[in-house]
């Protein structure tokens, strides 16, 4: 309940602030024909909603809500789909796909490094929800494919857990 609490407000809080953002923005258009002079130049609105907004072009500043609603929707299909692994499965392989689309088509960062980069981890994270819809077993695959999949996770899990047990990775030590 506590958790369903923060989430809630969460959500709200951040809502409510790239509202904000957007309606400063949007008096800066109507103001200086330019959504970057208020949103830049103004130290109260850059120390105050800055957080939000600096990452992105100026012309972009409208990506932090398609970013939060990114970020919502992806929280609540892991959260309340516990129970159905291929729901979970495939609405994280749409939300993924619809990102990394957008991503790719507005690349609403500040320069090309910056959207490069970003774009390289919305392919991963989509990626990373296909390897989790064939791990699901969704396409009811053979039961060796099955197991092969799981040596591989499991493999996957023991390589990782020994960067731990080991004070750094042991496949970067020379």
Sequence with gaps: MLALFFFISMSIALGWASLKVF???????????????????????????????????????????PLLCYILVKALFIAFAQSSGTTQAIALVVVEAGFLIGVSILRPWMDKKTNAFNI????????????????TAVFNQPVSLYIQSHIVTVFLIQTTGDCDRCNGCHFLRL
């Excluded at 390289?120 to 791990?135: E, G, H, R, T």
């Design 23 to 65: 309606r400063i923005a949007k008096r800066s258009v109507t103001m200086h024909k330019n959504p970057a002079y208020i949103l830049y130049s103004d130290p109260s609105a850059l120390n105050k909603w800055g957080f939000l907004y600096v990452q992105f072009r100026a012309t972009a500043y409208y990506f932090i809500m």
């Design 120 to 135: 390289s981890i919305a392919a991963i994270n989509f990626l990373n929800a296909i390897f989790l819809l064939v791990f």
